[in-house]
T-cell receptor, first 112, second 116 residues
Framework: DQQVKQNSPSLSVQEGRISILNCDYT??????FLWYKKYPAEGPTFLIS?????DKNEDGRFTVFLNKSAKHLSLHIVPSQPGDSAVYFC???????????FGQGTRLTINP | KAGVTQTPRYLIKTRGQQVTLSCSPI?????VSWYQQTPGQGLQFLFE???????NKGNFPGRFSGRQFSNSRSEMNVSTLELGDSALYLC???????????????FGPGTRLTVL
């Protein structure tokens, strides 16, 4: 039972344009969501997060949007840069459960 | 501040053997979690240790076990290895509970286990 889903295994975007990565979840008990970025041969690196009481959180070029009614979140990167090429994982957390539930990841490629 | 370290980085074993992986958390972090990453399943939670006690457990068979020492270092053991255990095993540390953004997990580079 995949509680967190990233339906796009890969995404290719031109440098300077907006990258939009999507994530859906099924468990309404999740109350915190995170995005991680992973380069090959490295562990995931925390990028940005959002609490379920908010619908938007912004940090520089990165913005996460949460639509609770649709159980959907998205990560916007603008403008996209070549260094953004990596695998992006969304993760969900239920307070008290102390474990992150990850999606399968989306490989983002930024083309020059 | 040094990050999370994992040893060894790469490991090759044969079916039926057992393996022990090691994780040293960030200094001061008391929670250590283990995840398995495979191409088809993404990152899946194995277990979490806090103050030498297993606090949370994922849905993995009993062949997967772990422990935590008084200095917060953690080991993960897999017995009777199967081909399907080939994966990247990631360790993550945090100070305490993941309390809605007040703390987050910091990941190590992982141990790539190949079972032949």
């Amino acid at each position: 039972d995949q509680q967190v889903k990233q339906n796009s295994p890969s995404l290719s975007v031109q440098e300077g344009r907006i990258s939009i990565l999507n994530c859906d979840y099924t468990n309404s008990m999740f109350d915190y969501f995170l995005w991680y970025k992973k380069y090959p041969a490295e562990g995931p690196t925390f990028l940005i997060s959002i609490s379920s009481i908010k619908d938007k959180n912004e940090d520089g070029r990165f913005t996460v949007f949460l639509n609770k009614s649709a159980k959907h979140l998205s990560l916007h990167i603008v403008p996209s840069q070549p260094g953004d090429s990596a695998v992006y994982f969304c993760a969900a957390l239920r307070s008290g459960a102390q474990k992150l539930v990850f999606g399968q990841g989306t490989r983002l490629t930024i083309n020059p | 501040k040094a990050g999370v370290t994992q040893t060894p980085r790469y490991l090759i074993k044969t079916r039926g053997q057992q393996v022990t992986l090691s994780c040293s958390p960030i200094s001061g972090h008391r929670s250590v979690s283990w995840y398995q990453q495979t191409p088809g399943q993404g990152l899946q939670f194995l277990f979490e240790y806090f103050s030498e006690t297993q606090r949370n457990k994922g849905n993995f068979p009993g062949r997967f076990s772990g422990r935590q020492f008084s200095n917060s270092r953690s080991e993960m053991n897999v017995s009777t290895l199967e081909l399907g255990d080939s994966a990247l095993y990631l360790c993550a540390s945090s100070y305490d509970k993941l309390a809605g953004g007040k703390d987050t997990q910091y990941f190590g580079p992982g141990t790539r286990l190949t079972v032949l």
